[in-house]
C-alpha cells in the first residue's frame, strides 16, 4: 500500500489510494460484522462443510484459504474465476498472497466456492 505522510498545522495525516481506502473501510465493515452478536444467522451456514484433515492441516499451516477451498470444491482457476466474475489472474494473485484487492471480489469468489467470507479471510 503506498501511503504518503503530511505534517499540517501540527496534525499528521496519511493519505492513501482511494481503493486502499475503500478496501479498508470494507474490511472495518466485516471485522465490525464478525464481532457483532447481531445476524448470528446470517453467519452460519445452512449446511457446515468440514475440510478434509490433510487440507485443514495445509490451512493451519498458512497455505492460503482460497487454494485449499478451490482444491477441496475441485475447480480449476478458470472456473472459480468464471462462477466469480473474476478474472483468472486475478483469483492466481490472491491465491499468491496479494496483499490488497477488494472486499466484494473476495465475497463473489467465496460465494464461488461455497464458504462465508470468513472462511476464505481468516482462514477456516
Keep these: 500500500m503506498d501511503v504518503q505522510l503530511i505534517e499540517k498545522d501540527n496534525a499528521k495525516w496519511a493519505l492513501i489510494p482511494y481503493d486502499d481506502y475503500l478496501s479498508l473501510v470494507e474490511l472495518a465493515e466485516l471485522a465490525i460484522d464478525m464481532t457483532s452478536d447481531t445476524n448470528t444467522k446470517e453467519k452460519v451456514a445452512p449446511e457446515v462443510v468440514q475440510l478434509p484433515e490433510e487440507l485443514r492441516a495445509r490451512l493451519l499451516g498458512g497455505e492460503n484459504a482460497i487454494r485449499i477451498w478451490r482444491e477441496f470444491r475441485r475447480l480449476t482457476l478458470a472456473e472459480l474465476a468464471k462462477r466469480a466474475g473474476v478474472t483468472e489472474s486475478f ?22 466456492l461455497g464458504v462465508h467470507l470468513e472462511q476464505i479471510i481468516v482462514g477456516d
Design 91 to 112: 483469483v492466481a494473485l490472491v491465491e499468491r498472497g496479494r496483499p490488497t484487492c477488494r472486499i466484494d471480489k473476495l465475497k463473489r469468489i467465496a460465494e464461488a
